[in-house]
């Protein structure tokens, strides 16, 4: 891919997000971007075989759907969400094309920047969980999602930790050592980025087992 093409492509991308986010501030959504992102791919990786979009979508504002003008405006927004947004994370099962989190502008160390960025991670896992969860309080997983789904929750409690230390400093900023837990939280993400993969494709496979079965149990019809 030539560096022209690249360019173009992340100018598209840009503003794709920035009119899925104007959608989205125009229809109050509860969550941010970021958040409703990871919630949907959550929910696309589910193994909770009820679950679906449109249920996601009512769930994330709160049981009930947006206002809409008229017609069109419905369409527009359900467009978007489903046909753009959701069919485009779908993507993302497939392994040579993994989900990844969302990019946060680097800026100098500092404790507005750390605090920013946890709170992002932080809200992306929480929204990756919710979606996975699909409103429920137990789900069963494969073995392998459900030691990353608890490597996941440690990982939130890690970066709601150093949101709250950030947001409320001790003390004055001493640059080496902020420098160092941005590399520490940029790792995090990484890690992070692993295990949320490994659900999303540990949780396809058992789907796909899960289909295999019902076709097989099903009653063959006589003609």
């Not at 979606?131 to 440690?154: N, R, T, W, Y």
Request: glycine residues 6%.
């Amino acid at each position: 891919m030539t560096g022209e093409t690249m360019a173009a492509r992340d100018r598209k991308q840009s503003v794709d997000d920035g009119a899925m986010r104007a959608l989205l501030k125009r229809h109050a959504c509860p969550i941010g971007y970021h958040q409703l992102r990871s919630r949907f791919m959550g929910n696309i990786a589910t193994p909770d075989m009820q679950a679906s979009p449109m249920q996601e979508i009512k769930r994330i504002w709160n049981e009930e759907l947006p206002e809409f003008e008229d017609q069109k405006e419905a369409e527009a927004f359900f467009g978007a969400l489903l046909q753009g947004m959701w069919n485009g994370l779908g993507a993302h099962q497939k392994r040579n094309d993994p989900f990844k989190l969302a990019r946060v502008k680097t800026a100098p160390a500092s404790y507005e920047y750390l605090a920013r960025l946890a709170k992002v991670r932080r809200e992306e896992i929480e929204g990756f969980l919710d979606g996975l969860f699909a409103g429920q309080k137990e789900m069963d997983f494969p073995e392998s999602a459900h030691k990353a789904v608890g490597i996941l929750g440690e990982l939130r409690a890690l970066f709601a930790a150093t949101e709250d230390l950030a947001t409320t400093p001790p003390g004055p900023a001493d640059v080496s050592s902020l420098e160092q837990t941005a590399k520490h939280l940029r790792e995090l993400t990484r890690i992070s980025e692993v295990e949320i993969n490994t659900i999303i494709q540990s949780c396809r496979k058992a789907r796909q087992q899960m289909l295999e079965t019902r076709v097989m149990e099903r009653p063959h019809r006589l003609h």
